[in-house]
């Protein structure tokens, strides 16, 4: 058996073993470099687009439909980013279209199409409602004194106080008729208190017409005074036309009687008449006055030719 002896100081293996040391060293150092290069372009290339469509689906929730996500590229990120944008373009065109035929048709009526997910139909129900006339008092002779464009601009004027005063009370517009508006309470949404917002909805305009003809005379300006006729009772409701043109509307001979009512206050010179059909829905909650029986003429469903009318005539008690 034979041995062989090294002799090797640690200096000289440590010196030996540097090199070696340092390789191992570097190499760790390149792969960290590399990894956290990596991650960090992964993290540029995955996060930001991440970011933009969490940035962007938050403030189209919020109801900014004007947002819109850069996209580049052709990668899965590109591809949503541009279906999101899409998407938004769709729930802009909606709303264009729901906010231009709110002026012609009542915000809520579009609502209920849109959420329904169904075009309307030609068909009605029978329900109870209240229905309000109002209409400008010499509006003709006025209007003759008047340039075209006044005309309108004084009716527009007119009919912002209206409607607003209308939509706070609950009432839905079913149409302009000249100078005049048809209002209904309880036809599209069930309304406990249909009567009293139709009244509240009358004292509140008359209201509103006093302040401003005060304006008006001090203007030089004629006044404005209304006629408004109430009637409350069941009345055929819906979409009623043909089928490439529809109307919301109320039809019956409580429709009729208030459309009367309407005119009887130039007859027997009051502001508002309402019926006894409303009246007795009423009664303790505004002050009235009785008008007396009024021969209308015969209404079918409200057969009575002779009606008790009432003048509310203050604020609610």
Not at 238 to 245: K, L, P, V
Request: hydrophobic share 40%; proline share 3%; with cysteine.
């Amino acid at each position: 058996m034979a041995a062989v002896n090294a002799d090797v100081s640690s200096d000289e293996l440590a010196s030996k073993l540097q090199p070696l040391w340092y390789g191992v060293l570097g190499a760790v150092l390149l792969s960290g470099i590399l990894a956290l290069s990596g991650a960090t372009y992964l993290s540029a290339r995955v996060g930001r687009p991440l970011r933009d469509l969490t940035r962007a689906m938050t403030q189209i929730q919020k109801g900014d439909l004007n947002t819109v996500v850069a996209t580049q590229g052709k990668d899965e990120f590109s591809a949503l980013g541009q279906a999101l944008n899409a998407m938004t373009a769709g729930l802009r065109e909606r709303e264009t279209v729901k906010k231009a035929f709110s002026h012609y048709v009542s915000r809520r009526v579009i609502d209920a199409v849109v959420d329904s997910g169904n075009l309307p139909s030609l068909q009605g129900v029978r329900r109870r409602i209240t229905v309000l006339f109002c209409d400008i008092r010499g509006f003709t002779s006025m209007s003759e004194k008047m340039s075209p464009e006044a005309v309108v601009q004084f009716l527009n004027n007119h009919f912002e106080t209206v409607v607003e005063i209308v939509d706070r009370n609950h009432g839905l517009v079913d149409k302009y008729i000249g100078d005049g508006i048809m209002v209904l309470f309880g036809a599209q949404d069930e309304d406990a208190y249909q009567e009293g917002h139709a009244v509240r909805t009358a004292l509140q305009i008359r209201d509103e017409l006093a302040r401003r003809s005060r304006q008006l005379a001090k203007d030089g300006l004629p006044p404005v005074a209304v006629g408004i006729g109430i009637n409350s009772g069941s009345a055929i409701v819906g979409n009623i036309g043909a089928s490439q043109r529809l109307e919301y509307t109320a039809i019956g001979a409580t429709v009729n009687l208030a459309s009367r009512l309407e005119t009887a206050t130039r007859e027997l010179d009051v502001d508002i008449l309402i019926s006894e059909y409303t009246q007795q829905e009423v009664r303790g909650k505004f002050t009235l006055n009785k008008i007396g029986a009024v021969r209308l003429g015969s209404t079918q469903g409200q057969r009575r030719t002779r009606n008790d009318l009432y003048d509310p005539a203050g604020r609610p008690r």
